[in-house]
T-cell receptor, first 115, second 112 residues
Framework: DAGVIQSPRHEVTEMGQEVTLRCKPI?????LFWYRQTMMRGLELLIY????????DSGMPEDRFSAKMPNASFSTLKIQPSEPRDSAVYFC?????????????FGDGTRLSIL | GNSVTQMEGPVTLSEEAFLTINCTYT??????LFWYVQYPGEGLQLLLK?????DKGSNKGFEATYRKETTSFHLEKGSVQVSDSAVYFC???????????FGKGTRLHILP
């Protein structure tokens, strides 16, 4: 089975530019999570969706960040305008919400560098 | 609130040494407990889990026992290999919760 697929794997851009990160969850999973990982702050949950609906976006750092899930097989995380402090690895994860205590499955991440 | 505390790294061991990474948790009710591993350049992947008290999760030679009396879920391996070098995350979720609460991670270096 295909796992969670993220694109691009690496992104380097200049500050002020718009950045769009993409995620395809595992088919049939009804939960989707976006995380950010840095050395300083560790792993942070930004936002998560259930059945394409945003449930909790309290981790989104500021209005420059937005996330959408237009259908069950695709989600985007957008940063506009980007700043150097947004440099991090961004992970997408999905989970099958049927049954309790199912684990999250992570993609390999997008390494974002804002110059 | 719910939280996970794990020992700070990095932990450096020689190959074939015994490994323990401590993890304690705070949660209401009866959470499920997980260990995730992150290899360089990759996302987190589930290593093992336990869903009730006294359960032992095991995988790839790693073990962890759910101890409700000490609110702990320590990760152990009898003989580590260089390929075990990674970051290990302890995590919990309460029944029917949407989110998983992760610890800060422990970086493990195994020297040949």
């Amino acid at each position: 089975d295909a796992g969670v697929i993220q694109s691009p794997r690496h992104e380097v851009t200049e500050m002020g530019q718009e950045v769009t990160l993409r995620c395809k969850p595992i088919s049939g999973h009804d939960y989707l999570f976006w995380y950010r990982q840095t050395m300083m702050r560790g792993l942070e949950l930004l936002i998560y969706f259930n059945n394409n609906v945003p449930i909790d976006d309290s981790g989104m750092p500021e209005d420059r960040f937005s996330a959408k899930m237009p259908n069950a097989s695709f989600s985007t995380l957008k940063i506009q305008p980007s700043e150097p402090r947004d440099s991090a690895v961004y992970f997408c994860a999905s989970r099958d919400g049927r049954g309790s205590n199912q684990p999250q499955h992570f993609g390999d991440g997008t390494r974002l560098s804002i110059l | 609130g719910n939280s996970v505390t794990q020992m700070e790294g990095p932990v450096t061991l020689s190959e074939e040494a015994f490994l323990t990474i401590n993890c304690t948790y705070t949660a209401t009710g009866y959470p499920s407990l997980f260990w995730y591993v992150q290899y360089p350049g990759e996302g987190l992947q589930l290593l093992l889990k336990a869903t009730k008290a006294d359960d032992k999760g095991s995988n790839k030679g790693f073990e962890a026992t759910y101890r409700k009396e000490t609110t702990s879920f320590h990760l152990e391996k009898g003989s580590v290999q260089v390929s075990d070098s990674a970051v290990y995350f302890c995590a919990l979720s309460r029944n029917r919760d949407d989110k998983i609460i992760f610890g800060k991670g422990t970086r493990l270096h195994i020297l040949p």
